[in-house]
DNA sequence: GTATGGCTTCACGTCAGCGTGAAGGTCAAG
DNA sequence: CTTGACCTTCACGCTGACGTGAAGCCATAC
């Protein structure tokens, strides 16, 4: 499966495809002119870091993950994944915080809007 | 009120209130010396800059927040609020989109964990 | 006077996830 | 043999919120 195929299928740009490759999430086999030849099972992996650029890691924290996750698939009780369920955990936190503050901060606007009273915030 | 010291009283360094200042978000009197001179009021202002930039607001939005809030205090009904309020209100669907695909990428993370099973993924 | 420390203005560096040419090799079709 | 679509590797650009010197002025203490 050349890069641009695989591009087309799972809707990430080719640059985005190397760009993977760069930062070593997804390695693909050579063909002898050079050319990327990706399999079918990594049609499913780009969905799988998709999903996480999505969620906001990082892809030094995916490539934990995937490691994490290929060593699962030999039946060892992957080792690595209760640092990332952690990271995953702050993360979660951390959006929680985000969405207060921003609740907060739409709240004040409400009152202003409304009151058009003094201005206060917390710390 | 220098600089530093009101750097020091929020927790925001120096730097960041040059940048505050340079975004047109913070805009300080000038002693005859050249050093900024802060009010104490800014202290609360700086406060609010930080929270708004930790809900991940843009510079550039918060700075129409200020503005509007300058004009709320005149007694007018905040002409530009509701462009905020929509504005906030996609962030906070941005952020509650987010934080769904986090659980999910971690659901996935804890059923490999337990299973060891195939790997699957939502495109 | 001078040592210190805080202040000033540039202005380039950083991190992240790519976008966007540039310059050129590969391959099937006409 | 040439066109044209695909591929390759650099390598700079972009957005955002600052970090980090560099070079120099200001103010207080000794």
Redesign the pocket.
């Given at each position: 499966m050349?890069?641009?195929?695989l591009?087309e299928v799972t809707g990430?740009?080719?640059?985005?495809l190397?760009?993977?490759e760069d930062?070593e999430l997804l390695v693909p086999e050579r063909?002898?002119?050079?050319?990327?030849n990706y399999a079918e099972a990594d049609v499913i992996r780009v969905a799988q870091i998709k999903a996480m650029?999505a969620a906001g890691?990082?892809?030094?924290t995916?490539r934990q993950y995937l490691e994490c996750a290929r060593t699962g698939e030999h039946g060892t009780t992957l080792e690595l994944c209760p640092r990332l369920t952690a990271e995953l955990e702050s993360l979660a936190g951390r959006l929680d915080a985000r969405q207060a503050e921003l609740r907060d901060t739409r709240r004040r606007l409400s009152g202003l809007a409304s009151r058009s009273s003094e201005l206060s915030a917390s710390a």
């Open positions: 050349l890069i641009g195929e591009a990430v740009s080719a640059r985005a190397r760009h993977y930062q063909d002898t002119n050079g050319y990327r650029i890691l990082g892809t030094a995916i």
